[in-house]
């Protein structure tokens, strides 16, 4: 099966700031990814598929970039609404799976 | 627009069986162009993928929970459902379902664009 490692775990930003999040598959998985982000009690969203795909109505500030094992997921200009947990996903072969996710909080 | 809703029971006994639903509405669980996910979010494992459905009825399972899981779709009251035999503790946590959208490709491009809010499982006696 293929896992997926995150890092950070945690990060502590401020508005305004630009982020990346580093996603890594165990191995070469293409394009085959995802990223979500996760908030408490709300249903998660899709931000990107396919590596780089920005899913419709999510800001552009949001950008997915990567293939095969290394993958990132930037965030120009952090917005209050942005602190939350963010997962990769690789949909390359079954069984799917989820990175460890990595945690936005404010500075 | 499209939405899920996930129901169960918050609380299940050890041993027993979990049964959770997801209504879908503005959407058709009959589309072609869907499939239509379980996910759960655990202490212990975090996000897990459980399994997806298309409405022909063929299914994909996680195989680490493929011997405890069926999903089945109700194309007549338009939702899915998952059921978990022999529950034990480390099945405590959020479940979540998703619709699945897809494109051509080789393997196919899968992506899961909608959620629903998820539902709390406890298992405990």
């Known amino acids: 099966d293929i896992q997926l490692t995150q890092s950070p775990s945690f990060l502590s930003a401020s508005v305004g700031d630009r982020v990346t999040i580093t996603c890594r598959a165990s191995r070469g998985i293409s394009t085959y990814l995802a990223w979500y982000q996760l908030k408490p009690g709300k249903a998660p969203k899709l931000l990107i598929y396919a590596a780089s795909t920005l899913q419709s109505g999510v800001p552009s500030r949001f950008t997915g970039r990567g293939s095969g094992t290394e993958f990132t997921l930037t965030i120009s200009g952090l917005q209050p609404e942005d602190f939350a947990t963010y997962y990769c996903q690789h949909l390359n072969s079954f069984p799917f799976a989820f990175g460890p996710g990595t945690t936005v909080d404010i500075k | 627009q499209v939405q899920l809703q996930e129901s169960g029971p918050g609380l299940v006994k050890p041993s027993q069986t979990l049964s959770l639903t997801c209504s879908v509405s503005?959407?058709?669980?009959?589309?072609?162009?869907?499939?239509w996910a379980w996910i759960r979010q655990t202490p212990v494992k975090g996000l897990e993928w459980i399994g997806h459905?298309?409405?022909?009825?063929?299914?994909y399972y996680n195989p680490s929970l493929k011997s405890r899981i069926s999903l089945s779709i109700d194309t007549s009251d338009n939702h899915f459902s998952l059921e978990v035999n022999s529950v034990t503790a480390a099945d405590t946590g959020v479940y979540f379902c998703?619709?699945?959208?897809?494109?051509?490709?080789?393997?196919?491009?899968?992506?899961?664009?909608?959620w629903g809010r998820g539902t709390r499982v406890t298992v405990s006696s």
């Open positions: 503005g959407a058709s669980v009959i589309s072609e162009d869907f499939y």
């Open positions: 998703a619709k699945v959208a897809w494109y051509a490709g080789y393997p196919p491009y899968w992506y899961f664009d909608l």
């Open positions: 459905i298309y409405h022909s009825g063929s299914t």
